[in-house]
């Protein structure tokens, strides 16, 4: 197994631009995913690390043989759609609803962050244009890219 690795730096959990940060690393899962061929698609993964200072995102393929033409950048830059923000949506806030309250209050404990309460205002406040924008700041960002081979 071989894989290709993107990283950029993320953003913070204290950043009010964090839940759009959550929506974007899903719609660019979902999307990349979506772009190649049905047999790798389980070896994409987007995720944004928040236990890194600020935080990284990664964005990785895994693949036999690895697919050297796979280049993200294009299909980050394409504009986040009506329905890919809505289902995303439906999908965090169900994730965020089942968390059980301690852990929505040991978060706001190791952040120090204002309340739960206004985290979930924060998370229901998210728009698409906030995930646009942020989707167009991560774009213009420097991304580190690296190649594993096996």
């Known amino acids: 197994m071989s894989e290709i690795r993107f990283a950029s730096r993320g953003i913070s959990r ?3 631009d964090y839940f759009a940060m959550r929506f974007l690393v899903e719609i660019l899962q979902n999307r990349f995913r979506a772009k190649v061929d049905a047999g790798l698609q389980n070896g994409v993964t987007v995720t944004h690390d928040r236990n890194f200072l600020p935080s990284v ?4 393929f895994s693949s036999r043989p690895i697919a050297t033409e796979v280049n993200p950048m294009p299909w980050l830059k394409e504009p986040i759609t009506a329905a890919e923000f809505n289902q ?3 999908k965090i806030l169900a994730e965020i609803d089942g968390k059980p309250l301690v852990d929505k209050m040991l978060d706001t404990d190791t952040f120090k962050l204002v309340s739960v309460k206004s985290e979930m205002q924060k998370l229901n406040a998210v728009t698409q244009a906030d ?20």
């Open 14 to 16: 204290k950043d009010n």
């Open 57 to 60: 995102v990664f964005l990785k």
């Open 88 to 90: 995303t949506r439906t």
């Open 131 to 150: 995930v646009q924008r942020v989707a167009n700041k991560l774009s213009n960002q420097p991304f580190v890219n690296v190649m594993l081979k096996n």
